[in-house]
C-alpha cells in the first residue's frame, strides 16, 4: 500500500481545481440567494470561530431540526464559504444547517480543531436547545465522528450527554496513523500516539441510541473504501459506496433536495427533534 497514492485525493483527482471553483461559486449563489440566514455567528473570539446558520422556507422556520455541517481540506485548507450550498438539500426539506469555519494546521493542532467544533455545537445548542445531526466531509468527516465521540458532560456539565447522537460523515478520515508517512501529514504535526488518540475509529462506540451512516464515493481509493467500511462495522452504524463518486464529486447529492441521501440525513435529523 502507498499511503501517499492512498490518501492524497487532490492527486488522485486532477480536475479538482474546477469542482473547487464550482463549489465556491455554487456556495457565493447560495448566500446571495438566502439574505435571511444568519452570517458569521461567533461561536469562540477567533477571527475563523464564526458558523453561518441556514434555514428552512415555509412553516418549520426556527423551530427546524438542527444539522452541522463541517468542511474538509485536511485540516489545512478552506473554510465554510466554500460549502454554503451543501445546505440546499436539507434546507428543501426543512432541516436548518449551520456551517462552522475553524483554525487551520499548521497555526493550530487537529486536536485545537476538535475543541472549536465542539464549541461551535455547543454554541448551537446553547442558543436552540436541540440535538444535532454532524454531517461532514473529509476532515470534517473526521470531525463529525469527533463530535459523536464526545464526553459532552465532561466538555461543559450543562450540556446534555446525547448532545449529537447522530453523524453522517462524507469520505472521511476515521484512522489518523495511515496518513503519517504522506506529505499531507507534515503540517498536521502529528505522531503515534497523538494520530491513534484522534482516531475515531479506535475510540469506543458512543452510547445509547447513536445512529450513525458512513458515505464514500465508489472511485476512491482503496483506503478510503476501507476506513469508511471498517469505521462504520467498529461502531455498529451503516455504510455506503455512491456508484461513480471521487472525493470530490460525492457531495454533489447533498446539494439536490431529492436525492436519496439527503432524504436519509433529513429523516436522521428529524428523528432527533421528537
Known sequence: MDPEAEYNNRARVPEHPAILEGWARDAAAYRAAHPDAELGLAYGPGERERLDLFWPAGGAGRDA???????????????????????????ARGI??????????????????????????????????????AVGHS??????????ATDWRAFDRALPAGLVPAGLPVSGVFELEPLLPTTIARPLGLDAATARALSPRWLPRPPGTAALHAVVGAAESAEFLRQTRDFAAAWGGTWEALPGADHFTVLAPLVEPASPLVARAAAMAQRLAR
Open 96 to 133: 436548518a444547517v449551520a456551517v462552522p469555519s475553524y483554525d487551520l494546521c499548521p497555526a493550530v493542532t487537529v486536536a485545537r480543531i476538535v475543541e472549536q467544533m465542539r464549541a461551535a455545537a455547543a454554541f448551537l445548542h446553547r442558543r436552540h436547545g436541540r440535538r444535532l445531526l
Open 65 to 91: 431540526p438542527l444539522a452541522l455541517f463541517l468542511h474538509g481540506g485536511y485540516w489545512q485548507a478552506l473554510d465554510r464559504s466554500w460549502v454554503s450550498h451543501c445546505a440546499r438539500g436539507l434546507n
Open 139 to 148: 476532515a470534517g468527516g473526521h470531525l463529525a465522528a469527533m463530535l459523536m
